[in-house]
């Protein structure tokens, strides 16, 4: 597969979130001195790791 010149760059999502879960989420952000958007981030980044992590220890 070709190289996409945009491969680097980051990519935007629209994300609908119940009220509730976003004061959730802003107070997690704040004790942990994030952004929102930079939990979010963080979270999803930190499940897909695991989910590697378990697929990997499956496989063996």
């Given at each position: ?8 760059e ?51």
């Open positions: 597969m070709a190289a996409n010149k945009n491969d680097g980051r990519k935007q999502v629209l994300l609908r979130l119940s009220p509730t879960l976003w004061k959730e989420l802003a107070s997690w952000a704040e004790d942990d001195f994030r952004s929102i958007n930079g939990q979010i981030e963080y979270l999803l980044s930190e499940a897909v790791k695991k989910r590697k992590k378990l697929k990997q220890d499956t496989d063996l």
